[in-house]
């Protein structure tokens, strides 16, 4: 399944190369892309995520009061989803159709010229791009750690409403581990991993603000439906 998606991807990829000649560019150009088509996939995480988040102090409520009963705390959590509409395994499903992919952008960029067919292609993996002299060899600093940080932040946004060790632990674990990958697979893969983390910390933002606004926009309403309800 990678092997086939790499190759679809890498149809895109000759594709844009031949627009703008630029294998650089076209990396970016193409992580766009595929994140555009992903974006009603994130929308739907990010939604599940507020939910569940907006739903936290009704969990733990329910998990001291029920502690030592395993089945009626389920039955009430049952219950507590139910009511909010929330479904516990709809977190997963973005999850599951986004892997293959983002598995065949990883092979693909790790080993292009396996899936990109063409013979400018040969060139085109080795050009360079800004201080990078080769894309097809490792960067070991800037890119690597652009992916890294970049890492650390999207992991961080996207856990700010998970207090468990484990999260904090991933937080600090996973931008290291990406930061050395990044220095020993072709500076095109840490290109993409670090523009798509990008990508992805925007429309986490974007999605944040727009909660916040319609929060406040439902406090200010609740607000003025008390006050008019005190003056009937």
């Avoid at 907006?54 to 029920?66: E, R, S």
């Avoid at 598995?103 to 791009?129: C, D, K, Q, T, W």
Wanted: proline fraction near 4%; glycine fraction near 6%; charge should be positive.
């Amino acid at each position: 399944m990678n092997a086939f998606l790499a190759r679809l991807i890498g149809y895109l990829m000759r594709f844009i190369y031949s627009l703008v000649n630029n294998y650089g560019v076209s990396i970016i150009i193409l992580t766009f892309l595929v994140r555009l088509c992903l974006l009603p996939l994130y929308h739907r995480q990010n939604k599940y995520t507020a939910a569940m988040a907006d739903l936290q102090p009704k969990i733990k409520d329910i998990q001291t009061k029920y502690a030592a009963d395993k089945n009626t705390m389920n039955e009430k959590m049952n219950e507590l989803y139910q009511e909010a509409g929330v479904n516990p395994l709809a977190g997963c499903l973005p999850m599951v159709i986004q892997l293959p992919i983002i598995l065949g952008l990883f092979a693909l960029l790790r080993n292009p010229l396996v899936y990109i067919e063409g013979s400018e292609m040969v060139a085109a993996v080795h050009e360079s791009f800004l201080w990078v002299s080769d894309l097809s060899q490792p960067d070991n600093w800037i890119l690597p750690l652009l992916a890294g940080i970049t890492t650390y932040f999207s992991t961080a946004i996207s856990s700010s409403n998970d207090t468990s060790g484990a999260m904090a632990g991933m937080k600090y674990f996973f931008p290291i581990m990406i930061f050395l990958m990044g220095r020993t697979f072709p500076a095109g893969l840490a290109l993409y991993w670090g523009v798509g983390n990008l990508l992805t910390m925007a429309q986490t933002y974007y999605f944040n603000v727009r909660k916040k606004k319609k929060d406040k926009e439902k406090e200010i309403e609740e607000e003025v439906n008390r006050r008019l309800n005190k003056k009937r």
